[in-house]
């Protein structure tokens, strides 16, 4: 929000005020995809079955031996870039 009044009150252009809600809720819908993620990693249900139970044992070996999924985890934690 501070770089849309920044614009607008250096320039006069809306451009970025206009689409601050977009802009903000890809950023909130990534934080929240990336919640889901972590919690489904980390954590058992009593729902799950063998095969849940599988797919998470593959997605934290995953995510602790390769450098993208390293780095994917992250960036995502300590916050994604703004736009």
């Known amino acids: 929000m501070a770089k849309a009044f920044s614009e607008f009150y250096k320039t006069g252009k809306t451009q970025l005020l206009a689409h601050y809600s ?3 809720l890809r950023r909130v819908w ?4 990336f919640s ?3 919690t489904s990693m980390l954590h058992r249900f009593d729902t799950d079955n063998a095969f849940d139970q599988r ?7 995953y ?4 450098r993208a999924a390293m780095t994917s985890l992250a960036e995502n934690y300590v916050g994604l870039p703004w736009d």
Not at 30 to 33: D, G, P, V
Not at 63 to 66: A, I, P
Request: with cysteine; aromatic share 10%.
């Open 22 to 24: 977009e802009t903000c």
């Open 30 to 33: 990534k934080a929240q995809r």
């Open 36 to 38: 889901w993620w972590m």
């Open 55 to 61: 797919r998470q044992l593959a997605e934290l070996d």
């Open 63 to 66: 995510v602790t031996t390769s």
